[in-house]
T-cell receptor, first 114, second 112 residues
Framework: NAGVTQTPKFRILKIGQSMTLQCTQD?????MYWYRQDPGMGLKLIYY???????DKGEVPNGYNVSRSTTEDFPLRLELAAPSQTSVYFC?????????????FGSGTQLSVL | GQQLNQSPQSMFIQEGEDVSMNCTSS?????WLWYKQDPGEGPVLLIA?????ELTSNGRLTAQFGITRKDSFLNISASIPSDVGIYFC????????????FGEGTQLTVNP
């Protein structure tokens, strides 16, 4: 199993550009999450999904969109990039169910908006 | 806003020393988790706690779920250089469904 795979690893955007951060997992996990990590800070939840076709907002959803058309894929879309979206983005997944909180993280996407 | 207070923010220790860090909240949590993040990587789960008072070890790491359900502690014994990294606590509240809240992290530096 490759686990959680994120692409790209690094990206620089100009203000107003759009892009999609890709995330795929091959563990047949039901739950998938997108977090952002600002320097010296913890992880803030952007969006999450409890299964294909179901998505919900986290703490900081403004400026982002997601979709979950398959169990494996959970792309994060930035429509009009702003400097405040400069951050490291992590995708994560877990199987779900009682006492099964183990989140598997991708290696992150470092995004700069200039 | 941030609901978990993690301390200390950073620690500089000598190899062989023991380390303690903690997370506190004004809310009750059903689950406490401790993660470690190496530079350029995503966090990796170290220990998961599911019951108040639970004490769980993973090698040199020991974590406890506070009996008030509002705090958790992580101890690392006999630190080694590869313990360097950022340690995060995370918790799930009764009312938060499948969402975790993360602390702001403790940056650990171990001097050989």
């Amino acid at each position: 199993n490759a686990g959680v795979t994120q692409t790209p690893k690094f990206r620089i955007l100009k203000i107003g550009q759009s892009m999609t951060l890709q995330c795929t997992q091959d563990m047949n996990h039901n739950y998938m999450y997108w977090y952002r990590q600002d320097p010296g800070m913890g992880l803030k939840l952007i969006y999450y999904s409890v299964g294909a076709g179901i998505t919900d907002k986290g703490e900081v959803p403004n400026g982002y969109n997601v979709s979950r058309s398959t169990t494996e894929d959970f792309p994060l879309r930035l429509e009009l990039a702003a400097p405040s979206q400069t951050s490291v983005y992590f995708c994560a997944s877990r199987l779900g169910g009682a006492a099964n909180e183990k989140l598997f993280f991708g290696s992150g996407t470092q995004l700069s908006v200039l | 806003g941030q609901q978990l207070n993690q301390s200390p923010q950073s620690m500089f220790i000598q190899e062989g020393e023991d380390v303690s860090m903690n997370c506190t909240s004004s809310s009750i949590f059903n689950t406490w988790l401790w993660y470690k993040q190496d530079p350029g990587e995503g966090p990796v789960l170290l220990i998961a706690l599911y019951k108040a008072g639970e004490l769980t070890s993973n090698g040199r790491l020991t974590a406890q779920f506070g009996i008030t359900r509002k705090d958790s502690f992580l101890n690392i014994s006999a630190s080694i250089p590869s313990d360097v990294g950022i340690y995060f606590c995370a918790g799930r509240r009764e009312t938060s469904g499948s969402r975790l809240t993360f602390g702001e992290g403790t940056q650990l530096t171990v001097n050989p």
